[in-house]
C-alpha cells in the first residue's frame, strides 16, 4: 500500500464523515425529526419501528425476518429496523449518522477506484465526492439510497480494478458491491447481467477465455444471485409468487403514464393518476389484499394506457426525465429548502414541459426557493462540463472499457428511472460521475498550468 493511499484515503473519509454529520445535526438540532425526513421517509420510520416493535414483542416469524412490507427489501429491513430497536430513543438520528458513515465509505471507494485508474485523478475525485451537495443532502435523509450508492461504489471500485488484474480478489468486491446493492433496492437486478456480459467480452477481446477469467465471473454471478434469490424468496413466502419487486405496477401506473400524459397534451399528473385508479377498479373491482394480484392489475392498465400514448409521447417524457435527473440540483431536496412555501414541480403549470419546468425555476412564489434552485443548476452545469472533459481525459488515455461501463451505467439509470425526475433518483450514477469530474478537474488544471507556462515565457 503506498504512502497516497495511507494518507488520502482516511483523510477524505473523515473530512466527508465530519461534513456529513455536521450537515445532518445542524437539521436535526434546528430542525428535529422532520430535518431528517424527504417524502417517503415517514414510511420507512413506520416499517423499522414496527419491525423493532415485533422484535420486541416476539412477534416477528418466519418469512417476516425478510421484512413485512413488500416494497423494503430484505437487507434495508434489517438495516434500519435494528436502529430502530437497539437505540430507539435515537432513531431516526442514529440511522442518518450511520448513513453518514457509509457515504463517507463511499468517498473513500471513489478515491479507490479513481487511483486504480489513474493517481492523478485519485484525490480531486475522492474531494469532490466528499464535497458533493447530491451525496450530502441525501445522507442526511432516512431513505435507502445512501447505503443503496456504497455498495454500488464499492462495485466499481472491484470493477476499475479488475479490468486490468481479473483477479479473484477484485471479483470479488465486484459481486460483494451488487450482492449488498440488491439487499437494498432491486433495480441494480438487471444490470448485474449487463454488467457481466460487459466484463466478459472485453476480456475475452484483450485476452481470450482462461480459468482465470471463468473463475471471476462465475463469483460476480453466483455472489448476487443469493442475494436477489432472497428476495424471491421473501416474496414467494408472504405472497406464494417468485417476484423481485411488487412496486412495477404501481409505478407505471401511477407515475409513468401519469408523466408522459401530462408530456403530451398537458394534463395534470394528479388527473390521469386518479383516472388510471379508476380504470384499474373498473376492470377488477376493489383492491387485492395481496401486492403481487394488486402489481398486476396495475400493470396490465398501465401498459395499455402506454401503448395509447404512443412511443413519440413515451420517448419525449424519457428524455425530459433524462434532463431534469442529470440537471436538477440537490438543493432542492434539503428539508429547509423542500418547505418553503412554493407550487411542488409536478403540481406546476406549463403550456409544454420546457414552459413548466421555465415556470418552476423562475416564477416561484419564493425568491430564496428561486435562488437556491437556480444557483445550484449552475453548480450542476459546471459539473457536467467537467466530467464531460474527464471522459474525454480517459478516452485519451486508453480507458475504452471503463468509459464504456460508465456510460452504460448512465444510460441504465435514466432508462429505469423514465420520465421520474428528482435529484434522488441521480444519486446511483455519483460515484462514476465523480470519478469522472475528478479527471476533468485534473484536465483543467493542466490547461490552466500549460497557459501559465506559456505566458511565463520570454518573448523573442
Known sequence: MTRSLRVSAPAIFLGALAIRWIYSLALYLSMGEPGLMGPDSNAYVMVARNFAAGIEGGTISGWAWLGTHPIVMPMFNWFIGLHAWLTPGLFPLNYVLTQGLTDAGTCALIFGAARAIDRDIAIPAGML????????????????????????????????RWVKSQSLADAAWIAIGLAGAAGFRVLIVPWIAVLLALLAIAAILRSGISRRLIGSLALILVIPTLSVGLVGLKHYGQYGHWVLTTQSGIHLSGWVVPLVKEGKDRTPWATTFDEMERRTRARFGPLPENAVEQSRQYTEIGREALAELGPVAIAKA?????????????????????????????????????????????RSESVIYTWALLTGAIGVGVMR????????????????VLVAIFVIWISYILTVNGPVASPKYRLPLEPVLMI???AGFVSVRETLRRKTQARALPRA
Open 129 to 160: 465526492a466528499a464535497l458533493n451537495p447530491t451525496q450530502i443532502v441525501m445522507s442526511g435523509l432516512v431513505y435507502a439510497d445512501t447505503t443503496f450508492v456504497f455498495f454500488i461504489a464499492l462495485s466499481f471500485f472491484g470493477v476499475a
Open 318 to 362: 424519457w428524455a425530459m426525465g433524462a434532463a431534469i435527473n442529470m440537471g436538477a440540483p440537490a438543493i432542492i431536496l434539503s428539508p429547509p429548502v423542500i418547505k418553503i412555501p412554493r407550487t411542488g414541480f409536478y403540481a406546476t403549470p406549463g403550456d409544454t414541459t420546457a414552459g413548466k419546468v421555465f415556470n418552476f425555476m423562475f
Open 385 to 400: 462540463l467537467m466530467q464531460l472533459g474527464g471522459a474525454v481525459r480517459l478516452l485519451r488515455q486508453g480507458h475504452l
Open 436 to 438: 469522472l469530474a475528478g
